[in-house]
């Protein structure tokens, strides 16, 4: 029997660890490196990374270095595939719209995971928010905008006074913003996306700078948000 808080299983758990560290690292990564984050000897993190690579979840370079296979695209496809699928249209008018990446982001225990993605088309420079990033959903303006959608007495005990009156004041004007919170010098707009059926989620763009306030880009979220809504919902 395995100690209470263990994983059933140590194998796969240190596989499904490995997929996050690549996923976290958003670089490909040398063997030696997995091996160091995951706290094991080469020759285990290798044994690993072969199955991995014999199912395509992970792939290595000419150099050896291990990044995410083509795979994990796939099956991150089937999550959520219908708000996937009516989301990445409105995500894309809004990306090319107002020139910054939009993003559809979704509560994962006490994490805000990024399902979805767009960068804009013609943008000079826009900021990356690959799928499958995740921070804590009590950073940034996403993890605002999903703890709207939650009863107080379910968040986590790290949420302060100074969150929840940020919070307060999300639920107050329909919008979250967030300035340094979760990437240096990037800023972020935020709307709640409540669906039937589905966990807590937010519509957000990501931005260094912009000649539009907040309140602006928050009503095109909020339009696309409405979009999606009624589709899903009927």
Not at 2 to 21: D, K, N, V
Not at 142 to 155: D, F, M, R, V, Y
């Amino acid at each position: 029997m395995a100690e209470p808080g263990s994983p059933a299983s140590q194998t796969l758990s240190r596989g499904i660890r490995i997929l996050e560290i690549l996923a976290d690292a958003r670089r490909p990564l040398a063997i030696d490196e997995i091996a160091t984050r995951l706290e094991v000897h080469r020759s285990i993190a290798y044994r690993l990374l072969r199955t991995l690579e014999d199912h395509r979840l992970v792939g290595r370079d000419a150099a050896g270095a291990v990044s995410l296979g083509a795979r994990m695209a796939a099956l991150a496809a089937g999550v959520a595939h219908d708000l996937q699928a009516e989301a990445l249209p409105e995500l894309t008018a809004v990306a090319n719209e107002l020139g910054m990446t939009c993003f559809l982001a979704v509560l994962d225990g006490e994490e805000c995971i990024t399902l979805a993605s767009i960068e804009p088309r013609h943008a000079v420079a826009s900021v990356a928010q690959h799928p499958g990033a995740r921070h804590p959903v009590t950073v940034g303006a996403p993890g605002k905008a999903i703890l709207t959608q939650i009863p107080e007495s379910e968040w986590s005990p790290h949420v302060g006074a100074r969150l929840r009156a940020e919070v307060e004041t999300t639920n107050r004007r329909g919008y979250a913003i967030s300035h340094d919170e979760v990437i240096p010098t990037v800023q972020s707009v935020a709307v709640p996306l409540t669906l039937r059926g589905h966990r807590p989620a937010a519509i957000a763009v990501i931005h260094v700078a912009t000649s539009l306030d907040d309140a602006e880009i928050a009503a095109r979220l909020r339009r696309s948000a409405s979009v999606i809504r009624e589709a899903l919902d009927g």
